[in-house]
Each structure stands twice: as structure tokens, then as C-alpha cells.
């Protein structure tokens, strides 16, 4: 038989996840309105390194949360708490959020790895260029990185619903991501 | 084997809602608190010792890139300038603190909604506990902007307000929960 909630460790790296996804959206909306950089003004240094490294970070923390998540695996929501199509879509939502958080965080280091910036992981050691400074890719790389964002954004809006439907029905989905 | 039946739970409605609520409002109210915690830390330790702002640095193809105008560029040097200036010297440091504080708090109601849900002993007076904190932690916000100056008020005081309101919604939600379960309990002994 298997447990019915997640994995205790899936739980608390989801939590962590969420918090750090709020965490880059509203500090980034906050930093893009800083002076843009130079040698006197350095406002925005600080915030683009943290932000770059918790993207970076993320994503190691998702494949650790994917891992989990697949080694011990929940069982399956039960049909009075949710209905086969209900079931399919949260499947479909959760491969599409896992899959853009993965997009967000690579689009976002290519589009800062075609800058002057390097990237300093949590101020130990600068990451290897993997590539010259080049506007044109900056540029191109950054406009996936902030529309694939808000793509997210709105996906995490209905995962956040669903999450509130649960609730109010005082079922046992709820209860699958809430144990300590 | 593991096994843990999710769906005979004795928790009651109220704490599920509630528990929810204030889980989400708690990531958010977090990332919101650590967001102000960095912004106070950058604004003062970036700031000219001088206090004069140097010239603004646009170059064409950052622009290009930022998708902003040469006027807008500069207005980011002087709206960075107008906050400092609207800034008295003991409100970056108070605000650090009460911002701290309540990171520490609302990651606090992530794990008390959590408990809710599951309706465990102590949750309910944990999350009577934590809510009268997050809504301390926004009046004493409140207080502080105020005694500041038109600008920052402008910034701030609608979003902590709101907070408050919210806050205090949690709070009154949590105890009004507290004193059904009692009545039950009382009428189940009767």
C-alpha cells in the first residue's frame, strides 16, 4: 500500500519552491525599476546576482523535487475527490509548470550570460562564460525569459485555485501537500 | 508499507479554508517581506556618500534592450534620488527589522495553515499567535510610515493596510474557529 499524501521532503521542497518563485517575481518587478548599471551606480547589482542565483538554485531543487516525487510515489487521488478529467488536467498543469520553471530559470541565465555580467554562484565562485556578450542573443534570450514568465504566472494562478477548491471541499487532495 | 487515510479526516471546514488561505497569503506575504527586506539593504548601501546622484548612464542599445526611453532612463536615477531624499535616516533600518520579523512570521503561517489543515492540536492557537504577530508587524509598519512624508506614504501605506485586513481577517476567522470547536465539544459532553 502506498502512502497516500507526498513524500515529507517533496512537501517541504515544494513550500520552498513557492516561496522563492514569489520571491523572484515581485523582486524582480522592483529591481527592473533601478538605474540601469554603471561604474558610480550599482543599485542593481546585488539584486541580479540573488536573482540569477536562485533561478540557478531552482532548478536543482526541482530536479531533487522531481526526483523524490517519482521515487515515492503518492497513491493515486481517489474518484470521489476527483474526477478522471479532473485528474488529467492537474497532471497536464503540473507537467506544464514543471516544465516552464525549468524554462524560466534556463532561458533567464542564457539571456544574462550574453552580458557583460558574469555569474558569481552565491558569491563563492564565477561561473565559466559559456558565451561572448552579444545584445542581439541578450535580447531574444530575455524576451522568452519574461514572456514564459508570465505564462507561469497565470499557470500557478489555477494551480493556486485548484489548491483553493480543494479546500473549500475538505478533501483529501488538500491534505497530500500539507504534511509536515 | 506506509499508508495514511486523507480523506477520513475530522478536520472541519473552517481550518481547511482557513489553513489554505493562510498558506498562500504566507508564500506571498514572505516573498513580499524578503523583497523589502533586500530593497532597504540595496537603497542604503548603494547610495553616494555625497548624497548627489551621479548622471544617469543610457546607452542606446541598453535601452533598446530595457525597452525604455532616454527620459525614463534618467527618471529611474531621479526617482532613486526623490525616495532617498523623502527618506528619513532611522526608516531603512526600522523597516529592516519589522521586515525581518515578518519574513520569519508569515514563513511561520506557511507551517501553522499547514498544520490547520491537518488540524492538529496546537493549531489553532499557534495560528491565533502568529496572525496577532503579522498584524503587529503591519501596524507598527503603519506607524512608521506615517510619521515619513507624502512619498513613501504613497508607496507603502495602501499595501500594508491591506495586509492589516487581511491579517486580521485570519484572525478573527482562527478564533471565531476556536470558539465553534469549543462550543461542539461542550455540546457533545452535555
Aim: charged fraction near 10%; proline fraction near 5%; include cysteine.
Amino acid at each position: 500500500m502506498q502512502r497516500q499524501g507526498f513524500n515529507r521532503a517533496v512537501v517541504v521542497l515544494h513550500w520552498l519552491l513557492a516561496v522563492s518563485i514569489f520571491f523572484l517575481f515581485i523582486s524582480s518587478w522592483w529591481m527592473m525599476g533601478l538605474p540601469l548599471p554603471s561604474e558610480e551606480l550599482q543599485f542593481r547589482a546585488f539584486p541580479f546576482q540573488l536573482h540569477k542565483n536562485i533561478g540557478l538554485t531552482l532548478v536543482v531543487l526541482l530536479i531533487v523535487m522531481l526526483y523524490m516525487r517519482f521515487k515515492y510515489p503518492p497513491a493515486p487521488p481517489s474518484a470521489q475527490d476527483m474526477t478522471p478529467w479532473m485528474h488529467k488536467s492537474a497532471i497536464l498543469a503540473h507537467i506544464a509548470i514543471y516544465g516552464l520553471i525549468f524554462f524560466v530559470c534556463i532561458s533567464g541565465y542564457l539571456s544574462s550570460a550574453h552580458t557583460k555580467w558574469d555569474t558569481t554562484v552565491w558569491w563563492l565562485f564565477t561561473l565559466p562564460r559559456i558565451a561572448e556578450a552579444n545584445e542581439d542573443m541578450n535580447e531574444f534570450w530575455g524576451e522568452l525569459h519574461t514572456y514564459s514568465a508570465w505564462i507561469l504566472l497565470a499557470l500557478i494562478a489555477v494551480h493556486v485555485s485548484g489548491a483553493i477548491y480543494h479546500s473549500y471541499r475538505n478533501d483529501g487532495i488538500i491534505r497530500r501537500m500539507m504534511r509536515w | 508499507m506506509v499508508s495514511n487515510d486523507l480523506n477520513n479526516s475530522s478536520t472541519p471546514n473552517w481550518a481547511s479554508i482557513l489553513g489554505v488561505v493562510a498558506i498562500m497569503l504566507g508564500v506571498f506575504l514572505t516573498a513580499m517581506h524578503g523583497t523589502e527586506l533586500m530593497k532597504q539593504s540595496v537603497m542604503t548601501s548603494n547610495m553616494p556618500v555625497s548624497g548627489v546622484m551621479p548622471e544617469a548612464d543610457c546607452p542606446l542599445g541598453e535601452l533598446d534592450e530595457e525597452g525604455i526611453t532616454l527620459e525614463q532612463c534618467e527618471f529611474l536615477v531621479d526617482y532613486v534620488q526623490g525616495i532617498a531624499q523623502s527618506t528619513p535616516d532611522w526608516f531603512p533600518d526600522t523597516m529592516m527589522k519589522l521586515a525581518l520579523v515578518g519574513t520569519l512570521l508569515a514563513f511561520a503561517s506557511v507551517i501553522i495553515g499547514g498544520a490547520l489543515v491537518n488540524y492538529t492540536p496546537w493549531s489553532t492557537t499557534a495560528a491565533i499567535a502568529v496572525f496577532i504577530g503579522l498584524a503587529a508587524v503591519d501596524l507598527l509598519q503603519f506607524a512608521a510610515v506615517v510619521m515619513t512624508g507624502p512619498l513613501l506614504r504613497d508607496m507603502y501605506l495602501w499595501s500594508i493596510l491591506l495586509w492589516f485586513l487581511l491579517h486580521l481577517m485570519l484572525l478573527v476567522g482562527a478564533i471565531a474557529g476556536r470558539h465553534t470547536e469549543a462550543a461542539r465539544i461542550q455540546r457533545d459532553v452535555a
